[in-house]
């Protein structure tokens, strides 16, 4: 019989054994790996196919984002209109979307209908046609696009910041242009596709309350098709960083507010600094209890918010600091940011504010465990990163081991404005 007279103890985050469910892996026979999650009391699965499909691969601008986003838009047997009442008449829903290094394709489905939409994204792998008028609509919805966001001063410096950090040229500072959406040839998006879906290389994760022939059924749909087959060259891109660090853009002239970007390189996860650093982040800026939410918004008003994060790309990365600004406190703005930097370098953290970014941090991880979805999605970031379980349990003690002089040592590295760009649009 319970006792409803004690109440249960409560424990702080830091003291939770928190545990990562292994995945369970299978191959199909065209030597495509599946890693699934088993488990949750809802019959709904998530599947997530992802091809080594993205910007990295193209050798022309923007055509990895048109090829993913024009799968769903017709093939020889059904047009775009088709192919959306099929997964809506089964209450599924299809999303894709293209990144740096990959491009996916989501389902989220009942169980039940698994087998009458799992054909359909056979079909959109094998037989998509990139119809010409298909593309002009396209190409037309992402000029009028681009025109309205090139009036945001957060957009153009997002763009503008990447593009100092890595060179245009580098995938992870190029971005669009009406131009380049105007010359867009469908040939392009043709033999981008061929290349990367149809013959491409190809992971596959699951996560639900599984079906017993879940292998079965994508074995039959997805088993049989030539993935994985062609060695596909590994390209290489040099990062070619700007040589001036600041800079200040006038995009409109009657703007009241200014977008700051501040920014350096950054070792990927991989390194040994970065668990370390991101406790160091989030004292600095990574969440609403930060010293520069407090400092900024809370005592000086500057903002509404302000963020620092690292950018978590597979090959570079980034540490930002990000925030929008008045226009006449830009300036106050950095130079707050730079001071909490000093800060840092000079002063140790004190242990109650170390512990509640410890407890914010094993929370944040706790919340990101909250279901299958949530546990193959982690799955996924480590698979596709080159990492192991071992990675998860060695940043849950650093999370708790990290002593403030360690913390001190790495902002004394990484924390000097002179390594940083900095970039203002108004």
Not at 42 to 48: D, F, G, H, K, P
Not at 178 to 185: G, S, Y
């Amino acid at each position: 019989m319970l006792d409803r007279k004690t109440p249960p103890s409560i424990k702080d985050p830091i003291e939770l054994d928190l545990k990562l469910q292994p995945y369970q892996q299978f191959t199909l026979d065209n030597g495509v790996p599946v890693y699934t999650i088993n488990a949750g009391a809802q019959e709904v699965t998530l599947i997530e196919l992802v091809f080594f499909a993205g910007n990295w691969n193209e050798d022309k601008n923007i055509v990895a984002g048109t090829a993913n986003h024009l799968l769903k838009n017709g093939t020889s047997k059904r047009s775009a209109f088709e192919i959306n009442e099929h997964f809506e008449y089964y209450g599924a829903y299809l999303n894709r979307n293209c990144f740096n290094e990959t491009a996916n394709i989501t389902l989220h489905c009942l169980n039940k209908h698994l087998e009458k939409v799992l054909p359909v994204i056979e079909e959109l792998i094998t037989d998509a046609v990139f119809d010409e008028e298909e593309i002009a609509i396209y190409k037309q919805n992402q000029i009028q696009r681009l025109k309205v966001s090139l009036q945001k001063c957060d957009f153009v410096a997002n763009r503008f910041i990447d593009e100092h950090l890595y060179g245009f040229n580098h995938p992870y500072g190029r971005y669009t242009s009406i131009e380049e959406f105007n010359a867009l040839q469908r040939e392009q998006i043709v033999d981008f596709y061929n290349r990367y879906y149809r013959n491409g290389k190809c992971i596959i994760f699951v996560a639900g309350k599984l079906q017993d022939n879940l292998f079965s059924q994508l074995n039959k749909t997805i088993g049989h098709l030539p993935l994985n087959k062609l060695d596909l060259a590994e390209k290489h891109h040099h990062v070619t960083s700007s040589k001036e660090k600041k800079r200040n853009i006038i995009n409109d002239e009657n703007g009241v507010q200014g977008a700051i970007r501040i920014a350096r390189p950054f070792p990927n996860r991989r390194h040994p600094d970065f668990t370390k650093a991101q406790v160091l982040n989030n004292v600095f800026g990574g969440f609403f209890g930060s010293r520069l939410m407090s400092n900024i918004r809370e005592d000086k008003g500057y903002t509404y918010g302000i963020h620092s994060y690292f950018q978590n790309h597979v090959q570079q990365s980034a540490w930002m600091v990000s925030t929008e600004a008045g226009r006449g406190v830009c300036e106050a703005t950095i130079q707050e940011v730079y001071k909490e930097m000093k800060v840092l370098r000079e002063e140790l953290v004190d242990e109650e504010e170390l512990l509640l970014v410890r407890n914010y941090m094993m929370g944040s991880i706790l919340g990101d465990l909250d279901g299958p979805f949530q546990i193959i999605a982690r799955w996924k970031n480590y698979i596709l990163n080159g990492l192991t379980d071992a990675y998860f349990y060695n940043a849950i003690n650093t999370i708790k081991t990290v002593t403030a002089e360690e913390l001190k040592q790495l902002a004394e590295k990484y924390l000097n404005p002179e390594a940083f760009y900095e970039l203002v649009v108004v």
